[in-house]
C-alpha cells in the first residue's frame, strides 16, 4: 500500500477536518504520514523525510495555511523531492 503524505495539523481552524481525512484513509488501509502521530525532531527534518518517502501526497490547504511560513516549507521539500 502506498504512504500518504498527510500534513495540515497547524491548520487549527481546519485540524478535526484534516484529521478525519487521515483516519479515513487508514480505515481504507492506507498508511500515512501526519504530524500529530508522527512529527517528531525538527519539523523541516521531519517533513522533508515523509515527503520523500511518500507515494501519494494528500494536501489540504486552507487560505491561512497557504500564507504561513510551514506551507512554504513543505512546498520546498516536495519540489526539491521531484
Known amino acids: ?3 500518504c ?14 484529521q478525519r ?3 479515513s484513509l ?3 488501509s492506507y498508511v500515512t504520514w501526519f504530524d500529530l502521530t508522527n512529527m ?3 519539523t523541516m527534518d521531519a517533513m522533508s523525510d ?3 518517502g511518500a507515494d501519494v501526497m494528500v494536501y489540504g490547504v486552507s487560505l491561512a495555511y497557504k500564507e504561513s511560513a510551514n506551507v ?6 516536495m519540489f526539491l523531492s521531484s
Open 1 to 3: 500500500m502506498p504512504l
Open 5 to 18: 503524505f498527510v500534513p495540515g495539523a497547524d491548520q487549527w481552524n481546519v485540524q478535526a477536518t484534516i
Open 21 to 23: 481525512l487521515n483516519e
Open 26 to 28: 487508514i480505515a481504507r
Open 40 to 42: 517528531k525532531g525538527s
Open 50 to 52: 515523509a515527503i520523500e
Open 72 to 77: 512554504r516549507i513543505a512546498l520546498h521539500g
